[in-house]
């Protein structure tokens, strides 16, 4: 039988370590507040599948986008995130939309949540978007498992970070840095004797720029945070090509000034191509509770 979390940890050892708290309460300023649709949260929220009245736990809710779309339908959410700015960002998301049914917590996947309220059987659906970066999954999972009485979904993704542009990659000649982490979920919950049933959440993302020299920077930093032990010979020829291929797709967005997905004004320049982000939804009920 293949030891699914030993070989989730020694991909983690291999990988780029996720951002810490600080690292996200930085990113959260970048954040703006807005009654924006998102469609992703809308798809989420529609395969999650959440019965009327029934309370939900989102782990890793960072702005409170889906917390407050449950919140504004009537459901009481726990809302946990081990980054202050995020929670700063989610309380002021409630009173934009004039939700109250929320209880924000800073909380994090290593902590032990009984210290703060959040007991087995807490609530009834337990909720993990796109915030799963810990060490040991199968923990992670138990723990989630653990804290819902009917039903458990999360989303991870089907290949590379989505802070890498697999297409912008390939490219620029380098090789693929995808991972499959919901495959080692879909193992793991198996092995334990769920069955947990799986679709996908495909979303567009169109990254804008003011100057030529941001665009190529933010770029640089994706290839660094994609390749960390890239050789300097390979990594220069790599920052060449990406310099010509710049030349060759960036252009002027039509868009620019208008509101992104965040709220932030879009930049005057893009690339001729957007990217896509494809994200494995995985849902299971927790009625036996074996793990």
Not at 90 to 118: A, K
Not at 262 to 289: H, N, Q, Y
Request: charge should be negative; proline fraction near 4%; aromatic fraction near 8%.
């Amino acid at each position: 039988m293949i030891d699914f979390e030993a070989e989730w940890e020694a991909m983690q050892l291999a990988r780029t370590k996720p951002g810490d708290a600080d690292f996200w309460s930085k990113r959260s300023s970048t954040y703006e507040n807005t009654d924006r649709q998102s469609a992703y949260a809308d798809e989420f929220i529609a395969k999650a599948r959440i019965l009327p009245g029934e309370t939900v736990f989102d782990i890793g809710c960072g702005t409170g986008t889906i917390a407050c779309k449950l919140a504004a339908r009537g459901h009481s959410v726990i809302a946990a995130d081990f980054s202050e700015g995020m929670l700063d960002k989610l309380r002021e998301n409630m009173q934009l939309h004039n939700v109250t049914s929320i209880e924000p917590m800073h909380m994090s996947w290593d902590d032990d949540w009984t210290q703060f309220g959040v007991y087995e059987n807490a609530v009834d659906v337990a909720i993990a978007s796109r915030s799963i970066s810990v060490f040991n999954l199968e923990e992670a999972l138990g723990k989630i498992t653990r804290v819902a009485r009917r039903r458990c979904c999360i989303t991870l993704t089907t290949g590379c970070s989505p802070r890498v542009d697999p297409n912008l990659m390939r490219m620029l000649g380098l090789p693929s840095t995808s991972t499959y982490d919901y495959l080692y979920a879909i193992g793991i919950l198996g092995t334990k004797g769920y069955e947990p049933t799986v679709e996908y959440i495909h979303s567009s993302r169109k990254d804008t720029f003011d100057t030529v020299e941001e665009c190529f920077e933010r770029y640089v930093d994706m290839i660094d945070h994609a390749y960390p032990n890239l050789p300097l010979v390979e990594r220069q020829r790599a920052h060449e090509r990406l310099r010509t291929l710049i030349d060759e797709h960036l252009v002027d967005n039509p868009a620019a000034g208008e509101p992104d997905a965040k709220g932030v004004p879009e930049g005057l320049l893009c690339l001729d191509m957007l990217r896509t982000l494809s994200w494995a939804f995985i849902a299971w009920d927790t009625d036996l509770k074996p793990m």
